[in-house]
């Protein structure tokens, strides 16, 4: 363990010798480029970039990550990639906790700082974790479920994919809430994993429903390829809306519109866009001999049919990509 610490601050130094770099040369490794999410990170990344050349702050962004929210190995080779081009520091979403790890030390040791978002990685080697509480919002999500099925209702859950540190986190967290504040409400399954493609997850999803059919009350599903593929599962079958209860994380154009068709009961929400402008923000402070703090928490926001035209939920579902990406 000592030795990790001994990494980190051998990072910070040498990140603060790069304070009279003419540009910082920041590489943004999301886990995926495929869903809409991943946009509105990059989208806050470009705002954090602007601010900082408003200031005379030259920073250069190098987005750049693994088709696949599984692909381990692809974003493994981004990771070395980017140590071999020496950039000054990684802003990273690492898609599993532990494989990321070997490779990001690689990073620390060679004098590139890291810095995590929206997923966490197994180890003290970031030097700062911004995202959403993921725990806390699986257990928001137990409760704002347990409240539309009532305290015996029959619920199933959807998992994503194994070694995905956010949403085993929101998984987790709603399971705990159930079997403690609502015991009386049955969890029929709860270790289905859908994958990582909203396909992948529909094809799951349509298993589930084939198998409980019409015993459910209540669906969760933990992220947005989950709920994409929940929600055109329950389409197809006919059980969509009406008395089954559908609580999904994340947005997208697909979700919010099954939000406003009542096909879906609740979201919860995150902030990519804070995530993506606050890691880049953090990994040019710490270049410049700045302190950062440890773990920042970004929130998560319930959105309903009847919310979310509220100006703050307004503007989290619908983020400026077309301001900072075109």
């Known amino acids: 363990m000592k030795s990790i610490f001994v990494l980190v601050a051998a990072a910070i130094l040498l990140a603060t010798a790069a304070r009279a770099a003419d540009t910082y040369n920041i590489a943004v490794i999301p886990k995926g480029t495929t869903h809409e999410y991943w946009k509105a990170v990059q989208a806050g990344t470009v705002k954090a970039q602007r601010e900082f050349a408003a200031a005379g702050i030259k920073v250069n962004i190098i987005y750049k990550g693994p088709l696949k929210e599984d692909d381990r190995e692809q974003q493994i080779q981004v990771v070395e990639n980017f140590i071999g081009r020496r950039v000054n520091a990684i802003v990273i979403s690492p898609l599993d906790r532990n494989a990321l790890i070997a490779p990001l030390a690689t990073a620390v040791q ?4 890291v810095i995590t978002i929206d997923s966490s990685l197994n180890s003290p080697l970031p030097i700062s974790y911004v995202a959403t509480d993921n725990r806390e919002g699986g257990r928001l999500a137990a409760r704002t479920l347990a409240g539309l099925v009532g305290p015996h209702g029959r619920v199933i859950m959807l998992r994503f994919s194994v070694g995905s540190a956010s949403t085993e986190d929101r998984e987790d967290g709603f399971v705990e809430v159930m079997k ?13 994993h859908g ?6 997850c529909y094809r799951t999803a349509q298993n589930l429903i084939t198998r409980f059919g019409r015993d459910i009350d209540g669906v969760f599903a933990c992220n947005l390829p989950t709920t994409a593929g929940m929600l055109l599962a329950l ?4 059980l969509a809306g009406g008395k089954l209860k559908f609580v999904g994380f994340d947005t997208g154009t697909e979700l919010v519109g099954g939000l406003r068709a009542g096909d879906i009961s609740a979201l919860m929400v995150q902030d990519p866009f804070r995530m993506g402008y606050l890691g880049v923000k953090n990994a040019v402070t710490v270049i410049r001999g700045g302190k950062v703090d440890k773990f920042i928490d970004t929130g998560v926001t319930v959105a309903t049919r009847e919310n979310i035209d509220q100006p703050a939920i307004h503007d989290l579902v619908n983020p400026p990509l077309d301001e900072f990406l075109k």
Do not use: C, H, M, N
């Open 180 to 192: 403690k504040e609502f015991p009386d409400i049955k969890l029929l399954s709860t270790d289905q």
């Open 235 to 238: 389409r197809d079958t006919g």
């Open 110 to 113: 060679g004098g590139i700082p």
């Open 195 to 200: 994958g990582v493609t909203r396909d992948t």
